[in-house]
Nanobody, 129 residues
Framework: QVQLVESGGGSVQAGGSLTLSCAAS????????MAWFRQAPGKLRDFVAV???????????VYAQSVKGRFTITRGSAGNTLSLQMNSLEVEDTGVYYC???????????????????WGQGTQVTVSS
């Protein structure tokens, strides 16, 4: 059974930076998408970024347009850790951030909540003006 544990998060002023981490256990091979989603109060859970295994410790990344150029997703060399470096944070980035994982074909990038079976418990990010 895959389990995901997030860490990081917290409160920061607009323009600041935070880093989130996610540690996975239970992976039986390398072909997993690992992704970040977020959920603002009263809103649906939205895609933030995804890392897809291409082979040979190489990963393909895709970002939501709203975070492109500000956030960086990084996969650990063993393939079972994920980080999200968040720079130039905006008030609109506030929400609970979730790590998600599921099996996927090499290079496939899953961006819908329904495509993931495994989720972390979530970590709160609060950006104040």
């Amino acid at each position: 059974q895959v389990q995901l544990v997030e860490s990081g998060g917290g409160s920061v002023q607009a323009g600041g930076s935070l880093t989130l981490s996610c540690a996975a256990s239970g992976f039986t091979h390398n072909m997993y998408n690992m992704a970040w989603f977020r959920q603002a109060p009263g809103k649906l859970r939205d895609f933030v970024a995804v890392s897809s295994w291409l082979g040979e410790n190489t990963y393909h990344t895709v970002y939501a347009q709203s975070v492109k150029g500000r956030f960086t997703i990084t996969r650990g060399s063993a393939g079972n850790t994920l980080s999200l470096q968040m720079n130039s944070l905006e008030v609109e980035d506030t929400g609970v951030y979730y790590c998600a994982a599921d099996e996927a074909a090499p290079g496939a990038t899953m961006r819908r909540v329904s495509q993931y079976d495994f989720w972390g418990q979530g970590t709160q990010v609060t950006v104040s003006s």
